[in-house]
Every structure is written in C-alpha cells, then in structure tokens.
C-alpha cells in the first residue's frame, strides 16, 4: 500500500510540474535574456576589452590568418596578390637548404617582384627592392631575404581591409 501512495505522490508531482511548465507566467519568469543580440557582437566586445583586437594578433594566428584571407578572397580583391606574395615568402622561410632558398627566391622574385616592376605597377618600397636585388646579387639567401616585403604586405593590409574585415 505504501508502494502505491509513492507512485501517486510521484504521478501527482509529476503532473503539478506538467502543468507549472504550460502556464505563461512559469515560462516568461524562466526566460534568461542576453544582452547582446548576437554571438559576433559578444566576442567582438570580449576581445576589445582584452586589446586583442588588432591586425597583429589577428593575422600572426593561424585561424585568424585564415579566416583574414577567406575574408579577402571572398571580398576585397586587391588584397589576394599581397596575400599570396605573402604565402609564398613564409614558404621560403621554412626551407631549410641554401640550394632550395636559391632557386625559390629567384622564382618569387622574378613572378612577384620583377614582373610587377616591369608593368611599372610595383606597390612597395624601392628600398624592399634594393635590399633583395643586392642579395640575389651577391648569391646570398637567408631565411629573412624578404622581411622587408613582409613589412610592407602587413603595413597594407592593416589600414582599410582590416577595418573592413572587423566591421563584416
């Protein structure tokens, strides 16, 4: 008997709580509000109030880097020579032989740099130019032959395509 006045309790409990839950005033007091509308409004406020909001912290990471270029494939279209400029001088930086670095730099230099200076549309320093050609010159390739390009890439995709890229 007492088995049957458990079940009871537990079905009356039960069916309290059933329709506690279809009442509107038990639903709208459970409601939680955020305060942002959206998920992006939220990390953009958490990572200003961090200062990681920056092109430097952005694009020195990898998904940030990705997600950075994905943006400018997809919409600003004279950032995607700068990018790939760029992609093909942090692939030269990972080559570990002198012979490697020799040839490479001289494919990058003659599809990047020297064709752009041919069709007199070169967008970077005369000193990048410089201190490349002198090396090349001289046969002498270290890892850092285009840092000074890395410099300038970065410097021009900081200004109006970040912004743009935050905004979006």
Do not use: W
Not at 38 to 44: E, N, T
Not at 74 to 80: F, G, K, L
Request: proline residues 4%; aromatic residues 10%.
């Amino acid at each position: 008997m007492a088995d049957l006045e458990a079940v009871l309790a537990d079905v009356s409990y039960l069916m309290a709580m059933e329709k506690s839950k279809s009442t509107p005033a038990a639903r709208a007091s459970k409601k939680i509000i955020l305060p942002e509308p959206s998920i992006r409004s939220v990390m953009q406020k958490y990572l200003e109030e961090r200062d990681e909001l920056t092109f430097d912290k952005i694009f020195n990471q990898k998904i940030g880097f990705l997600l950075f270029k994905d943006f400018c494939l997809t919409e600003i279209d004279e950032a995607v020579p700068q990018l790939k400029f760029y992609e093909e001088i942090k692939d030269y930086e990972k080559l570990d032989s002198e012979e490697e670095r020799l040839c490479r730099s001289r494919q990058i230099y003659d599809g990047y740099i020297m064709k752009e200076l041919l069709s007199c549309s070169h967008a970077f320093s005369k000193k990048a130019v410089d201190h490349v050609q002198t090396h090349l010159a001289k046969k002498q390739v270290p890892p850092s032959l285009f840092q000074p390009y890395i410099v300038e890439i970065c410097d021009s995709l900081r200004g109006v395509i970040f912004q743009k890229f935050i905004e979006r």
